[in-house]
């Protein structure tokens, strides 16, 4: 439910950010999806643990009933397991922690705690 067009201001915003070099406007309204991919391309291709010299993808895939899944294919600069763990992690926090920046939510399908808290509130408005 988050993906939508940028507002002028958001993109006079953008427009300001080192991360914005390179990027290609569509010439019409762009979506915000669209600029938060363009920006982990550029996280991952300057982020000094991603392997260089290999594949850097960042691609939206097929959208499901949960939502639209983003595919993050890089490599690690380090061949330890433990060091490329970390590395994965600590992107994957990184996104996480950027998507407010771009107006996006990650779809988290409800817990048994999330209905049981819907549930409390129906049974206080009888």
Same mark, same amino acid.
Request: hydrophobic fraction near 40%; proline fraction near 4%; include cysteine.
């Given at each position: 439910?988050? @993906?939508? #067009?940028?507002? &002028?201001? $958001? +993109?006079?915003?953008?427009?300001?950010?080192?991360?914005? =070099?390179? !990027?290609?406007? /569509?010439?019409?309204?762009? @979506?915000?999806?669209?600029? !938060?991919?363009?920006? +982990?391309?550029?996280?991952?291709?300057?982020? *000094?643990?991603?392997?260089?010299?290999? /594949?850097?993808? %960042?691609?939206?895939?097929? *959208?499901?009933? =949960?939502? +639209? *899944?983003?595919?993050?294919? !890089? !490599?690690? &600069?380090? /061949?330890?397991?433990?060091?490329?763990?970390?590395?994965?992690?600590? @992107? #994957?926090?990184?996104?996480? &922690? %950027?998507?407010?920046? #771009?107006?996006?939510?990650? #779809?988290?399908? *409800?817990?048994?705690?999330?209905?049981?808290? %819907?549930?409390?509130? $129906?049974?206080?408005?009888?």
């Amino acid at each position: 439910h988050s @993906v939508r #067009f940028c507002t &002028a201001e $958001e +993109m006079a915003y953008y427009r300001q950010q080192p991360w914005m =070099e390179g !990027f290609e406007e /569509t010439g019409q309204e762009e @979506v915000n999806l669209y600029i !938060f991919r363009h920006y +982990m391309d550029w996280y991952l291709k300057n982020h *000094p643990e991603v392997h260089k010299g290999m /594949t850097i993808l %960042v691609r939206q895939m097929q *959208p499901t009933s =949960e939502g +639209m *899944p983003i595919e993050l294919y !890089f !490599f690690s &600069a380090d /061949t330890a397991w433990l060091r490329y763990e970390h590395l994965q992690a600590e @992107v #994957f926090d990184h996104l996480l &922690a %950027v998507l407010h920046t #771009f107006g996006l939510k990650a #779809f988290q399908s *409800p817990t048994g705690m999330d209905i049981q808290k %819907v549930k409390s509130i $129906e049974e206080r408005k009888i």
